[in-house]
């Protein structure tokens, strides 16, 4: 299934409190439970402005969805075509 990462515009991200950002996580949750199993949530990174999102989904219109349903921006979607770490070069 292919990998995505969802980059979201959103002010001051990088100061919103744990609560908020567990808000926003219950938030994504729901909509992801009422969607099925198909899209899966890995993981989000939070910088000053953006939260940078990691999902595994079957195609980009289900991101669109997940993220109109639950009220949060998508302004980048783009497919992963590889993963690199450190190991990579050994």
Known sequence: MPKYVIE???P???NLTADQLKDVSQSSCDVLRD???????VHSYVTGDKI???YIAPNE??????ARKGGFP???????AAVIDPTTAE
């Open 61 to 66: 219109d289900m991101i669109l969805e997940h």
């Open 52 to 54: 940078y999102c990691v």
């Open 8 to 10: 979201r515009e959103i």
């Open 12 to 14: 001051g991200a990088g």
């Open 35 to 41: 969607m099925g199993p198909e899209i899966q949530w």
């Open 74 to 80: 998508a302004n980048s979607i783009k497919p992963v």
